[in-house]
T-cell receptor, first 115, second 114 residues
């Protein structure tokens, strides 16, 4: 069990560019979550997958954001036309269990800085 | 609208003392309440969690107390150690309503001084 892995750990880009982050969940975890955390705040939910199906989306997930989990394993989060306000830590979490709640295990995040 | 309110924002405790962090929620559909610990540069790590059918849960030095009628829950860290210095987040979700998203409080920065 290697834990939730996120890549890259840091991303610096210019405003207006597109960025893509990758998350590899704990092996065999069927649920995968994306959160955003800004400095001094708690994580805020963005979206959630059960296997390859995207089941919940937050109002924070504007049309510039898109997330995929094509084969129910790894997931990608893309931000198009980045803005200053997108600067944050993007956290991925995964959990197991289909009919009962299991704890969400977080990765160490991707820190995005918009110049 | 902040659905989970956490206090205090920061806390300084002497080594060996008890650290107490409080959270209050508004959404009565919440039925799962975890606490996470986060070190700088790291993701949150689950410490302990409680469901509303119990009033207290203890794991080692960490205890959650839960008051359903007051819609409040708290984390107690007994015999606090310098290694406990971190930011702590309470969270909540509505598992019974089929929603697995966690709503987090704003966090409490704990400093344990020797």
């Amino acid at each position: 069990d290697t834990g939730v892995s996120q890549d890259p750990r840091h991303k610096i880009t210019k405003r207006g560019q597109n960025v893509t982050f990758r998350c590899d969940p704990i092996s065999e975890h069927n649920r995968l979550y994306w959160y955003r955390q800004t400095l001094g705040q708690g994580p805020e939910f963005l979206t959630y997958f059960q296997n390859e199906a995207q089941l919940e989306k937050s109002r924070l997930l504007s049309d510039r954001f898109s997330a995929e989990r094509p084969k129910g394993s790894f997931s990608t989060l893309e931000i198009q036309r980045t803005e200053q306000g997108d600067s944050a830590m993007y956290l991925c979490a995964s959990s197991s269990g289909q009919f009962s709640n299991q704890p969400q295990h977080f990765g160490d995040g991707t820190r995005l800085s918009i110049l | 609208q902040q659905q989970v309110k956490q206090s205090p924002q920061s806390l300084i405790v002497q080594k060996g003392g008890i650290s107490i962090i409080n959270c209050a929620y508004e959404n009565t559909a919440f039925d799962y309440f975890p606490w996470y610990q986060q070190f700088p540069g790291k993701g949150p790590a689950l410490l302990i969690a409680i469901r509303p059918d119990v009033s207290e849960k203890k794991e080692g030095r960490f205890t959650i107390s839960f008051n359903k009628s007051a819609k409040q829950f708290s984390l107690h860290i007994m015999d606090s150690q310098p290694g406990d210095s971190a930011t702590y987040f309470c969270a909540a979700s509505s598992i019974g309503a089929g929603s697995y998203q966690l709503t987090f409080g704003k966090g409490t920065k704990l400093s344990v001084i020797p």
